[in-house]
């Protein structure tokens, strides 16, 4: 799965602390979700779709291989 | 996020064809002194590593710990989040069981062994601590995993209630089990190179090792400053890593220490899931943490 968080987060000026803190999770929780290393429950996708105020599945997307 | 670092699905069938024999052979050398005359062995012949004496029941041993790894951790027909949340469950609990029992069973052999109750009539008579459960808690923590999960997976199929893990608050319990865990390592350390302590050997061994599992709990089941759902992944990979380092190491000691010293392989076994898990855990959790760090100081916001 990829997303589109970091430039999300660009267009919206906010650090990954900021949103980290927004959602009430960890930086580096934001961070390997970045990096494509963790995928996210529902509730945590839902919540940052929340944040930048658009739909899950315009910030998460699948990939071939999942 | 699935699960990771798992057998294939047909490795179940090979478990169960190892556990099986395995456990039955177990047994009767056990409890019926039975053992194939062929691997009995003499120090010239085995030299160096295995020590002497019979091999049947390290055999034993090692086919019920193969057996019960494969049937643990291999994959289902169909592998999904569900299937790695529940392993997290069942890990946490057959962990926490496992050593909730030993210490209990360690209370309790120390003071019926001071009564001179017990001790004499124990079948598996080891020089101090430990005795029969130990033997046993070479593969309690695999067994206890298997019907955990197995029970979540198959019984309550359809109404799983997905029971929240409860674990200590950081302070004051991390901060202990912390403290104390290094404490206990340094002592051992310190016995072990045979720095003599006024007290007597035994008193050392009965305190020291059940303080240090005691400790290493607390360690393990209890919060990081920050928690959320990553650390419980890394919680998952991290239990399931150290029950695989803890079959490999006893696999190894098993063979390499039976004559030379039994004892340690049981000690061995008993820290090491703990003490990998902590090792591990505190690694990822610490890369995470730096990671993050470093791309804010490298002006990716």
Known sequence: MKNTVRIERAIKNITQADLADLIGVSRQTINTIESNKYVPSTVLALKISKVFGKAVNEIFELEDGD | MKGRFLFPHYCRWIGLLLAIPGFVLGYFNVYHEFFFKQLTFNEEQLQVVFGC??????????????????????????????????????????????????????????????????????????????????????????????????????????????????????????????????????????????????????????????????????????????????????????????????CALLLIANFAFYGFDFLAVMLINLVSIPLFFVIRFTYVSNKAYWQARNEMKGGII
């Open chain 2, 53 to 246: 004496g019979n091999l049947t029941d390290e055999i034993a041993l090692a086919l019920v710990v193969c057996g019960l790894m494969l049937i643990a951790f291999a994959k289902e027909k169909i592998e999904d989040e569900l299937t790695a949340r529940l392993r997290l469950d069942a890990l946490y609990w057959a962990i926490l069981i496992n050593y909730l029992g030993f210490l209990l069973f360690e209370i309790v052999f120390f003071i019926l062994a001071k009564a001179d109750v017990y001790y004499h009539d124990s079948n598996l008579k080891v020089d101090g601590i430990n005795s029969d459960y130990g033997i046993y808690n070479f593969f309690t923590p695999l067994l206890i995993f298997i019907f955990r999960f197995n029970y979540l997976l198959h019984y309550k199929k359809g109404n799983l209630v997905s029971p929240a893990l409860r674990y200590l608050n950081y302070y004051p319990y991390r901060k202990i089990g912390e403290k104390g865990t290094w404490i206990c390592l340094i002592l051992i350390a310190l016995l072990t190179w045979d720095v003599k302590f006024p007290t007597p050997i035994d008193v050392y061994i009965v305190l020291c090792y059940p303080l240090l599992f005691m400790f290493l709990l607390m360690w393990v089941y209890s919060r990081n400053p920050e928690e959320d759902e990553l650390t419980m992944h890394f919680r998952l990979e991290s239990m399931q890593l150290a029950v695989y380092v803890n």
